[in-house]
């Protein structure tokens, strides 16, 4: 078992940063390859970002790509989610997820535990 927390959400004015984390427990975090979703009101959780366990390797969504930016510390079982030139398009819950792999997944069902979610809020 994997328990994974989040935290830094909250509300920003358009253009503005946040960056989030999210605090794993239990099993080997570094065996993980960890993701970043989000789910806007009346839309499908979507894949925002991903990184290999390593860090060598990280996947973004392209409506984040040179905005966005993952990282982890092994040593902390933490990873992380820098958000700038934030857009009200961004507005969502953020949720972090562990997938017991090698290859960031881009599809939330290969996810084998999820966080509980954290608000952003992106105001025009």
């Known amino acids: 078992q994997v328990q994974l927390v989040e935290a830094g959400g909250g509300l920003v004015q358009a253009g503005g940063s946040l960056r989030l984390s999210c605090a794993a427990s239990g099993r080997t975090f570094a065996s993980y390859v960890m993701g970043w979703f989000r789910q806007a009101p009346g839309k499908e959780r979507e894949f925002v970002a991903g990184?290999?366990?390593?860090?060598?390797?990280?996947s973004y969504a392209d409506s984040v790509k040179g905005r966005f930016t993952v990282s982890r510390d092994n040593a902390k079982s933490t990873v992380y989610l820098q958000m700038n030139s934030l857009k009200p398009e961004d507005t969502a819950i953020y949720y972090c997820?562990?997938?017991?792999?090698?290859?960031?997944?881009?599809?939330?069902?290969?996810?084998?535990?999820w966080g509980q979610g954290t608000q952003v809020t992106v105001s025009s």
């Open positions: 997820a562990a997938d017991y792999s090698s290859n960031v997944n881009r599809r939330s069902i290969a996810y084998d535990y």
């Open positions: 990184i290999t366990w390593s860090g060598g390797v990280t």
